[in-house]
């Protein structure tokens, strides 16, 4: 009901507006007495207030009125002429001489008005609290995009939720590291008693917003942490009759924990929204933030096995190689007859531990070369040279003991082979390697020949299975191959003849007395050179091994 | 008699070494670590060092250089015995002074050819 208050000391006028608006079912209230007006009209709050300007100190009292009801409609009740000083103290006027329908429809008219002006207000209040929510969503999305921290997200969503619905407190179960902690932020300061209750409401809480999976912690051993804004007060048990919501915070399969809030006024369907979208949008970025994580953890795991692998080789090359010197100079001395006529038997087996020391420390170099091209600490000397000198330097080293099993070595180089940049005393190993190889698996009086020629990498013949190893070469190279006559390799062990972990478990490699590492480390010198080796075999006719390098 | 001072942790490498180049007519003096190596150099300033990398106390390459840069040592050759460690390939490119270098395992009768080759 409309309250009107009637401002006068004129009782014929009180009761003259009385008539009027008892009829028209308003509350109608009159005061005479200036003096009680205003305690009256704090008590009452009217919604209209006649002001009889009969009286001196109008200006006063409307003044004064507004001090402690800004809302109510002031009119001013007035002889037929206004004063014009008036004018801007009353939002009304009405003439003594005036009609009852015209005085009604005056009233009517600005209660309609300050309904109108009202109903603008709550709107524009509304407008900017959604504003401002959005702000605040806004500025924590930027937040969250800018960190791969994940504590640091859980404290940038608290603080967002904090700005957006100006919370009492909020308890933040996370699950983001190993022990699962529960941060409370609250106004005030917590009893221990009202600590355990709440850490017993985690738990409960776990189960329902986990579907039932019981909380991987208990009452005494979940971690607190603790940040209060006026640790002066202390909130009691009623903190829990507070209104409340619940948001999980999860990204597909994985948890990130949850968040509870309270706040003494009820939130609104707004407040909700606000909440459950803070707390879906922090769980992508803990999950970039996890992967990113482990990802460190993978990376720190296999800096510490390259290091591991390092200190091995260093171990492998100095405490083996060492032994291995002491073993060897004994052998020298005892074989030299320094110590003593050395008799024919006495000489195989000295002949044989030397043969074996050899191959020992032949793997050993293979083990430190191999591991020193994949770790990329192989230094490749690049200069321009002519790679038939190479076949020639081969030939001669190697043609002795060709000879000694009866084996032909030739050559077939071809004639103004240009020069091209390589590392000449890797290429050599990597010849070496290949002749010795075919010397090794060759009978008596059969040939091995090494040949140079030109090809472009579009006319290059390759067996299937290697295929690959060429596909992304184009232009010249200069090829050189090592072809023998002797057992040949099965085509199914053709291409694990390359492969390091195959080849050391060759038991043909072992009978003939080689590492086995010699083919791995010729395919990693060529790829160093940007050039490729491959072969091609009959069983039981012979091999042929290939490899080039750029012409450039 | 010319004389080598033979300086290496490892006993067994010394005991081989000593051995050949007693044969070959030197007179060898063993050291077994880096400080006592350093201390007999001084002491006997001997016509050639064979000096092993690696070693406990001070390695090869700072005795090698400490002498080095002693005028009164600095034209004893020396003749640096490495295993080809990590640790040691790290150093290689080093100043150390020193004149020729062998590998382990290495061939005695080029480490006499060697000492042959300064002392003769």
């Not at chain 1, 429809?105 to 209040?125: F, G, H, I, P, Q």
């Not at chain 2, 600095?74 to 390939?89: C, F, G, H, W, Y």
């Amino acid at each position: 009901m409309i309250k009107i208050l009637f401002l006068s000391e004129n009782i014929n006028l009180i009761d003259k507006y009385k008539k009027i608006f008892t009829k028209n079912l308003y509350n109608y209230n009159a005061i005479s007495d200036w003096k009680l007006a205003i305690d009256s009209i704090i008590a009452d709050n009217p919604d209209i207030i006649f002001l009889d300007a009969d009286n001196e100190n109008i200006k006063d009292l409307n003044k004064k009125i507004k001090q402690v009801c800004e809302n109510a409609i002031i009119i001013f009740v007035v002889n037929s002429k206004i004063d014009k000083e008036l004018l801007k103290y009353a939002n009304a006027f009405v003439t003594l001489d005036m009609s009852e329908d015209l005085i009604t429809s005056t009233v009517n008219v600005n209660l309609r008005m300050k309904n109108a002006l009202e109903m603008l207000s709550s709107s524009n209040k509304d407008l900017a609290d959604s504003l401002y929510r959005l702000n605040a969503l806004y500025s924590t999305s930027s937040q969250f995009a800018g960190t791969l921290d994940k504590d640091k997200l859980i404290k940038y969503m608290i603080e967002g939720i904090d700005k957006a619905l100006s919370f009492s407190l909020t308890c933040t179960l996370s699950l983001c590291n190993e022990e699962p902690v529960l941060i409370i932020n609250s106004l005030y300061d917590l009893s221990d008693e009202l600590i355990s209750a709440i850490k017993m409401r985690t738990i409960l809480n776990f189960n329902s917003v986990f579907d039932g999976e019981n909380a991987p912690f208990d009452i005494d051993n979940l971690k607190i942490i603790k940040y209060i804004k006026y640790p002066a007060s202390r909130f009691t048990f009623t903190l829990f009759q507070y209104d409340n919501m619940l948001a999980k915070i999860s990204l597909g399969d994985t948890n990130f924990g949850f968040i509870e809030i309270f706040k003494e006024n009820p939130f609104t369907p707004e407040d909700a929204t606000c909440f459950q979208t803070i707390a879906q949008q922090v769980a992508l970025p803990l999950k970039s933030a996890t992967l990113y994580q482990e990802l460190i953890e993978t990376n720190a795991k296999l800096e510490k096995l390259e290091r591991l692998k390092s200190e091995f080789i260093s171990i492998v090359s100095h405490e083996l190689r060492t032994p291995l010197t002491s073993i060897k100079n004994s052998l020298d001395i005892l074989g030299s007859g320094r110590c003593g006529e050395v008799t024919q038997s006495a000489e195989k087996f000295l002949s044989m531990a030397m043969r074996n020391v050899q191959r020992l420390s032949g793997i050993i170099n293979d083990l430190l070369d191999l591991s020193k091209i994949e770790a990329g600490k192989m230094d490749f000397n690049f200069a321009a040279a002519n790679i038939n000198t190479v076949i020639g330097y081969v030939k001669s080293a190697l043609s002795e003991v060709a000879k000694s099993k009866g084996i032909n070595l030739i050559t077939k180089e071809a004639p103004d082979m240009p020069e091209t940049k390589f590392d000449a005393q890797r290429l050599e190993q990597v010849l070496t390697n290949l002749v010795s190889n075919a010397i090794k698996f060759t009978a008596e009086n059969k040939t091995i020949t090494i040949s140079s020629k030109l090809v472009n990498a579009s006319e290059i013949k390759i067996n299937d299975i290697f295929q690959p190893e060429i596909k992304n070469l184009n232009g010249d190279y200069i090829q050189v191959c090592v072809e023998d006559e002797g057992i040949g390799i099965e085509e199914k062990d053709l291409l694990r003849a390359f492969d390091k972990f195959a080849q050391i478990e060759n038991s043909l490699s072992r009978k003939a007395g080689g590492t086995g590492l010699g083919l791995p480390i010729a395919k990693q010198l060529l790829d160093a050179h940007k050039g490729a080796i491959w072969c091609d075999s009959e069983l039981n006719k012979g091999s042929k091994f290939y490899f080039i390098i750029p012409l450039v | 008699m010319k004389k080598i001072l033979i300086v290496d942790d490892e006993q067994d490498i010394v005991e081989s070494l000593k051995f050949v180049l007693e044969t070959a007519d030197f007179a060898c003096y063993c050291a077994y670590n880096g400080e006592d190596g350093l201390r007999l150099a001084k002491e006997i300033v001997p016509d050639l060092i064979i000096l092993d990398v690696m070693m406990p106390k001070i390695n090869g390459y700072k005795i090698s250089r400490l002498l080095k840069y002693d005028a009164k040592y600095k034209n004893i050759p020396i003749l640096m015995v490495t295993a080809r460690s990590q640790d040691e390939d790290k150093l290689i490119g080093e100043e150390t002074g020193a004149d020729e270098y062998i590998t382990k395992p290495f061939e005695l009768d080029e480490v006499v050819k060697i000492v042959e080759k300064y002392l003769k």
